[in-house]
């Protein structure tokens, strides 16, 4: 019987549930005049920039469209337009509810820490819903209609094109204002954090609904629907070499776990809601592992109902593993509470470039425990898989799906950070009074934890699904093995291992070019605005919105090409099989750079955080000042380059899979005969 039925009929629960709680945060009070005045101001930033995003979107969709009717069909393009319509709907309707429920749940935290959490948690919720219910509905409805996994493949592609807008220039916005603001706001000003004095706060709150909203959404919906294709279109290949042991329903396997993950994720959600929330770490910890659970038996009930391999099953397991495993190990390494917060934080005694070498350190050692969860994970599920009689590639491609399944969960907790963040920022501009704030940072120090361990899952998960794309790939293009001898194996490699940081290179370079405005603004202000920082004078709060906005697309230019391009002439002049070894060198130091990126920069913002609360000085020492420029350091690390990464690593993939039939064809060493 064919199961595939299920995905849409779960992906409608996700819906009415993500509506469900929709009503629950449009009930909450919205709070006083002055809270719903600067809540209006970060929603009109936040939706002018989502205006100039999509407007972009239209024309790369337009041209890429174009290409896909005259290469593959008008079927494909349809699929691609589709799929970026899915991702953009998901995060416009996720960054609307975010942007509702920041003034909410500032005007809850007046009531205490578990009034105001189940606000903001619910409120991400609605993301997270909207991101997996959206995904599965538009694949489950593509191959109900074609069953083919190449148009799906086409969705994905269309998912990928959003996610490197969104992500990227997301990610420079948000830091160009938030450089801006702590650089010239707290160090050189004495600012307090979101002062209504600063002239760029409304700027650093909407981007951290367009950067970790908006941006994180569409990164994650690529990943998620990237690791369900690419075992699609293994299982088809396998249901097409032999019939007779593979099924259909090896095929449709992928979309049936990924609706499963929907329910699973609910479990998770409605137990965080449902805590007293005194510790809001531990309540989002606690809702991912009894989401990981409720997953890893609804994977075994689908096994079952579709009569797979319980090697399945067990790949499944590997990978929700290998996520656990990333979780802890940045909750350990960001977390307010722990040692390396804690030493990075003490560091500050000695000036900033002792903070900066120590966080910077920590984010080394950070890398280790996922890295070896992510090798154990593969070697588990390929061995599992080959000793169970499934070809061992399409276990490791299932362990992605594994763990992209809860992404449910993992989308609403990193919603929301930012929705906490925007919280504690619209307290200190509307004057909410300091248990008010202190409640909300509070809930903030736990937001960047939270984000920290999702950025830590989302390039992780990255880095599985480039490897399930990478196994799809080398099916497409009968690639069995790369021969590490072949000098044009090798160049793919090194030319594959340069991308990573040539693309981190020119995100940073962005961030520090538009920061640069920025502060140049803000000092003007200062001089140029009489009684602005006695508080008798409103900043211009539009002009800085303006300057991150202005810079924040046109600066992705240069990294679209260089993600688009690179895989193409690579696969082009140097062949498919160099193109397998640009594959493998940009998964592993994407990963790399990605997880130290991501740790170090959360562990930065936190040590600056353990000082606001009281330590070392407090706010306004020389201890929280080494702190701050730490934290700017560490800006563009967490929330443009390492975030930006997981993109990177899907769209060169998608590419390689995407035109591999032409590569495989029309490369030249294949025409012409070269380096065999």
């Known amino acids: 019987m064919d199961w595939v039925f299920l995905a849409p009929i779960s992906a409608a629960i996700s819906i009415l549930f993500g509506g469900y709680l929709f009503y629950h945060v449009y009930q909450a009070p919205s709070g006083t005049e002055k809270a719903v005045r600067v809540q209006r101001a970060i929603t009109e930033g936040a939706n002018a920039y989502l205006k100039i995003l999509y407007t972009a ?38 960054m609307q509810v975010a942007l509702m429920a920041n003034a909410k749940s500032a005007t809850a935290a007046e009531h205490g820490l578990t009034k105001a959490f189940p606000v903001a948690f619910t409120a991400g919720g609605v993301m997270g819903m909207a991101v997996v219910g959206l995904a599965v509905l538009g694949m489950s409805v593509i191959y109900m209609v074609f069953r083919d996994p190449e148009i799906i493949l086409g969705f994905s592609f269309g998912a990928t094109s959003l996610a490197l807008l969104a992500k990227a220039g997301g990610g420079i916005y948000t830091k160009t204002a938030d450089i801006g603001a702590d650089l010239v706001g707290k160090v050189e000003l004495g600012l307090p954090e979101d002062d209504p004095r600063n002239p760029a706060v409304v700027a650093d709150n909407v981007g951290d609904n367009v950067g970790d909203v908006a941006g994180m959404g569409a990164d994650i919906f690529d990943s998620y629907v990237a690791s369900v294709v690419a075992v699609m279109i293994l299982g088809a290949s396998l249901h097409a070499s032999d019939p007779a042991t593979y099924g259909v329903n090896y095929v449709t396997l992928p979309i049936v ?81 722990q040692k390396p917060v804690k030493t990075t934080a003490e560091a500050s005694r000695t000036g900033a470039a002792i903070n900066i070498l120590t966080g910077f350190a920590y984010g080394l050692l950070s890398i280790i425990p996922p890295m070896i969860g992510i090798a154990v994970a593969v070697i588990a599920a390929y061995s599992v898989s080959e000793a169970m009689g ?144 006695a508080g008798t004078a409103d900043p211009d709060y539009a002009s800085c919105v303006r300057i991150a906005s ?65 330590a070392l000085g407090g706010p306004g020492s020389e201890e929280h000042k080494a702190a701050v420029v730490g934290d700017t350091v560490g800006d563009p690390f967490k929330d443009t ?36």
């Open 390 to 533: 499934l070809p061992g590639m399409y276990g490791i491609s299932i362990s992605a799906v594994g763990m992209l399944s809860i992404s449910g969960m993992v989308v609403s907790s990193d919603v929301y950070g930012p929705i906490v963040d925007n919280a504690q920022g619209i307290a200190e501009m509307a004057g909410m009074g300091p248990d008010v704030i202190r409640v909300c940072a509070q809930m903030d120090a736990a937001g960047n934890t939270a984000k920290a361990i999702t950025k830590g899952f989302a390039i992780s998960a990255a880095g599985l699904t480039a490897l399930a794309l990478f196994a799809a790939y080398a099916e497409t293009v009968h690639l069995t093995t790369l021969d590490l001898l072949s000098p044009v194996v090798i160049a793919g490699a090194f030319l594959g291992a340069l991308i990573p940081p040539a693309f981190s290179a020119m995100t940073i370079l962005s961030v520090g070019k538009n920061a640069f405005k920025m502060i140049e603004e803000i000092r003007r202000q200062v001089r140029e605005i009489p009684g602005l920082l």
């Open 641 to 676: 380059a390492g975030p930006s990464i997981n993109t990177l690593l899907t769209v060169v993939a998608l590419i390689a899979t995407v035109f591999a039939p032409l590569i495989n064809q029309y490369s030249l060493p294949v025409m012409f005969d070269w380096f065999r």
């Open 57 to 94: 979107l239209v024309f790369v969709a337009l041209i890429l469209s174009l290409i896909l009717v005259s290469l593959f069909g008008i079927w494909t393009a349809v699929a691609y337009v589709f799929g970026a319509l899915c991702s953009a709907l998901a995060g416009f309707l996720g």
């Open 257 to 337: 776990l990924a609706a499963a993950g929907i329910p699973a994720s609910v479990i998770g959600m409605l137990f965080v809601r449902r805590s007293e929330a005194e510790n809001p770490t531990k309540a989002l910890n606690m809702g991912t592992y009894v989401t990981c659970i409720a997953f890893a038996l609804l994977s075994l009930g689908t096994v079952y109902l579709l009569g797979v391999s319980i090697a399945v099953f067990w790949a499944n397991v590997a990978g929700l593993v290998a996520g656990v495993v990333i979780g802890m190990t940045t909750d350990y390494y960001t977390s307010i509470d």
């Open 550 to 614: 202005q810079g924040a697309l046109w600066e992705l230019v240069g990294p679209g090409l260089l993600a688009f391009f690179s895989p193409l002439l690579v696969g082009f002049i140097l062949g498919p099989a160099a193109l397998g070894g640009f594959l493998a060198g940009s998964i592993v130091v994407g990963v790399v750079f990605g997880l130290l990126f991501a740790n170090s920069g959360g562990l930065w913002d936190n040590a600056k955080k353990y000082i606001e609360d009281g």
